[in-house]
């Protein structure tokens, strides 16, 4: 299959999805930091999200916010940063809060030109997070870090729990 193929599937999938929110998650040294170091810091962050919304159903029950990740270079080819589409698990508002708050506490992260916000067009969001799948293939699509098992229905059990987790992320 060749790489306009693969990129219109994989945009097809993405949009076929419809999750409601997009995220760029961009390094204060995007154009200087190691791409093993930068998955790393965006699986940390993804981590968090998940711990802040499921405890410790993550390890025990595997869930977690379902959602596609693509690591991107830009123009210039050297500034890596990644776009994150996102189903939210709660309320939208809440949610981007809960990504904005978390991204802003690494290190490495760049909260004044990352970017949390509602996804206004599944279209639109899935062209631009695919973009660059015919510039890097498959390198583009962070299979590790996504995950697109379906987190309805289970919501249950004590949300006082879960409502202390997310007053502590935000």
Avoid at 15 to 42: M, P, Q, W
Avoid at 73 to 100: C, M, P, R, W
Wanted: hydrophobic share 35%; with cysteine; proline share 1%.
């Amino acid at each position: 299959m060749d790489r306009k193929k693969e990129h219109q599937a994989v945009r097809d999938w993405v949009v076929s999805v419809k999750y409601e929110i997009f995220c760029t998650l961009k390094f204060k040294n995007g154009y200087d930091i190691d791409e093993r170091h930068a998955e790393h810091v965006v699986q940390l962050f993804l981590q968090r999200i998940d711990k802040a919304y499921w405890g410790n159903r993550v390890s025990k029950e595997n869930l977690r916010c379902p959602r596609f990740v693509f690591k991107q270079k830009g123009i210039s080819g050297q500034n890596t940063h990644f776009h994150i589409v996102i189903e939210a698990q709660s309320d939208t508002y809440a949610f981007l809060k809960v990504l904005s708050n978390t991204w802003e506490k690494f290190d490495e992260a760049c909260s004044t030109t990352s970017q949390f916000q509602k996804a206004r067009n599944a279209e639109a969001t899935a062209t631009y997070c695919t973009h660059e799948w015919t510039k890097l293939g498959s390198d583009t699509f962070c299979d590790r870090l996504s995950h697109t098992a379906a987190t309805a229905g289970t919501h249950k059990g004590n949300n006082i729990h879960k409502l202390r987790r997310l007053l502590k992320a935000i």
